[in-house]
């Protein structure tokens, strides 16, 4: 099982930007398809972005395309999510999880870090 944390959130403003990371420990990052969910209050968790293994393959849900922009680096067992454009709408908890498998959904990823909260003001 691999470990995830997350750090990088905080409150920044419409328009502004933020950069998450998600440092893993105890297994190889390079085994896992890493991926960004996040969860509104009131709202299920939702799928933001995924990379591949080896960082060829990207896949971002619609409401972020263009603006977000994930990346990882196996050398350093490191993840990012790079957010830029912030809206409202962005403010939720970030999660960081990593799956055996090219899939998007919650059930798809078995490993989870502990959240970092994004608040974006208008």
């Known amino acids: 099982q691999v470990q995830l944390v997350e750090s990088g959130g905080g409150l920044v403003q419409a328009g502004g930007s933020l950069r998450l990371s998600c440092a893993a420990s105890?297994?190889?990052?390079?085994?896992?398809?890493m991926g960004w969910f996040r969860q509104a209050p009131g709202k299920e968790r939702e799928f933001v972005a995924a990379?591949?293994?080896?960082?060829?393959?990207?896949y971002y849900a619609d409401s972020v395309k263009g603006r977000f922009t994930i990346s990882r680096d196996n050398a350093k067992n490191t993840v990012y999510l790079q957010m830029n454009s912030l809206k409202p709408e962005d403010t939720a908890v970030y999660y960081c999880?990593?799956?055996?498998?090219?899939?998007?959904?919650?059930?798809?990823?078995?490993?989870w870090g502990q959240g970092t909260q994004v608040t974006v003001s208008s």
């Open positions: 990379i591949s293994w080896s960082g060829g393959y990207t």
């Open positions: 999880a990593a799956g055996r498998n090219w899939r998007f959904s919650v059930a798809d990823f078995g490993s």
């Open positions: 105890g297994r190889t990052l390079s085994t896992y398809v």
